[in-house]
């Protein structure tokens, strides 16, 4: 092999890892949030004001009230709530739910990983197929939701039930299909149209999350 083919080689073995890295500039960027955020998350604090509490976030502690019509309570810690995570291509979220609490059938813009920590709930996951994948879970189980699919929670136990939740993303986002198509903007009209849910069904769930909100 001539000296030529061998640098053309290593020139494209190397391209794409020192094109990565020549974007790692920094330790970590917590997100100073008094800035405009653009699509990669939000510019770094002043590294020289960075404290330990910027690392850690307490949001998880104590007990949660469940209040909204899901009989749910999700806390997030995201680049919003937790700076720390500004770049970082990771959040993670507390669930609590009541007894017969659920999380309605959502998806999210990455990949999920649960893990039950009390009570019993039946998570699962709907695949561009339609099938349906589905398993009562019981403390310490753990199962992943790919992203973009529609999944949900529920509980079936007799008590509360607590779970984390990982995503491989600072700001996972989360689409409800209930709450996308009755909660927002959309005219009844067209979302009975696009769902063939009966235009009174749809008034019904309007009426619904008009009283309510959304609970998000
Ligand atoms: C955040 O940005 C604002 C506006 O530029 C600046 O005044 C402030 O000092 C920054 N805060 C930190 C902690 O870097
Ligand atoms: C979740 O629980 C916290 C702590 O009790 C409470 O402040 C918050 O309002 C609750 N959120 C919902 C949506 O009920
Ligand atoms: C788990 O559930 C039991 C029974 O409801 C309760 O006594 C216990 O405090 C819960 N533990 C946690 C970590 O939530
Ligand atoms: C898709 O679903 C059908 C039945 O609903 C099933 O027979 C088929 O095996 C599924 N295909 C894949 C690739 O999972």
Redesign the pocket.
Known sequence: MNTLAIIFIIFLSATPLSASNANIEVDYCIA?R??PKGHQGY????PA?VTTDDFVFTGFRGEKIITNIFRNNVTRANHDTFPALNGLGLSMSRLDLGVGGIVPVHSHRTSEIIVLINGTIIAGIIDTNNTAYFKRLEPGDVMIFPQFLLHFQVNVGKTRALAFVGLNGANPGIQITSTALFAGNLPAKIASQITLISPGEVRRLRMIFDRIGTGQ
């Open positions: 100073n008094s800035l510019p770094c604090k002043d004001k």
